[in-house]
């Protein structure tokens, strides 16, 4: 009888917590006049290690891309985390802790991360007709800086923010080079990389053409493309077949509960029956993620 009453105080507590972890999220992403010291402490502690300061910009990375602020993203994953840890202990199971702990804590990052691939994936794939559109303007300008300012109207929108934080970089009068090199950073490719090695060589007057590279580029990226559309045809096809066991197993529940007649109970009233709902709902929820990125990831 006491699992009856502690179901609904589950149910409110992790409502509870999630939308204090959403509140204190959108209150981390306002502007602020000014920002707390003990967060900059922290901070500046926690950059002090190598490793963590690698994370922290990998982090940094993903959030200039999506959105957000790693410190929003971490405290949505301590408060999820903890939440689901209280839950857990709420109904005296402590697999159930550790699952919805786990589960929590980490979902955060992989959201983060799946967003992260898709919209670098929609970059990548508009970078073939953003170096054929800059072949096709530098082929009548013969100038690098007014090619990529006259290149605005037509560039993919997808590469459009990061087009006019280059040309603003290239109008600063700073270097050259390195703002494309940044360019290239953002997009993390080797597309992108080839591409910059090329303009730089142009900017720094080492080749006086670069339009044969350019070209050759071209050719290389929309080959490549086309075999990732091969590979891509594959892959939805095993996302349509996992989608269909998926729905036989949802429709093979009602079955269970028509054969096994106390089922229901077993699975939600008891410490064992709990602890197999949360381990496979963490597993069942890391493995649609983990294969969303990894079928999204443009290689």
Known sequence: MIYTFLFPVFLCLFSGFLFLGIHLYKG???????FPRTVEVWREKFLRHSTRRLMYERFERWCLIVGGTPEGYLILSMTGGIAGFISGILLGNMIVSLSLFLLFLLLP???????YTVQMNKK??????????????????????????EMIEE??????????????????????????EQFAQRLDHPWAFDFATYIS????????????????????????????????????????????????????????????????RLYFYTPDGQAILAIAATVWTFSILLAFIWGRRYR
């Not at 990548?124 to 072949?135: T, Y």
């Not at 009548?140 to 990529?148: A, C, D, M």
């Not at 459009?160 to 970089?169: A, E, G, K, R, V």
């Not at 006086?208 to 096809?237: A, G």
């Open 201 to 264: 060589s142009g900017l720094e007057g080492e080749t006086e053409d670069i339009q044969s590279p350019l070209n050759r580029l071209t050719n290389e990226m929309f080959v490549q493309q086309d075999e990732k559309h091969e590979r891509d045809s594959e892959i939805y096809s095993i996302w349509i077949s996992l989608l269909i066991v998926i729905a036989i197993c949802i429709c093979l529940i009602p079955y269970n509960q028509g054969l096994l007649q106390d089922s229901y």
């Open 124 to 149: 990548i794939s508009s970078f073939c007709r953003f170096v054929e559109l800059f072949a096709r303007y530098y082929n009548s300008r013969k100038n690098i800086v007014l090619t990529f300012r």
């Open 28 to 34: 981390w992403r306002s502007p602020r006049v000014f």
């Open 155 to 180: 560039c993919p929108k997808e590469l459009l923010p990061d087009l006019l934080l280059l040309n603003n970089s290239l109008s600063d009068g700073g270097n050259s080079v390195a703002a494309v």
């Open 109 to 115: 990052t992989l959201i983060l991360y799946a967003r």
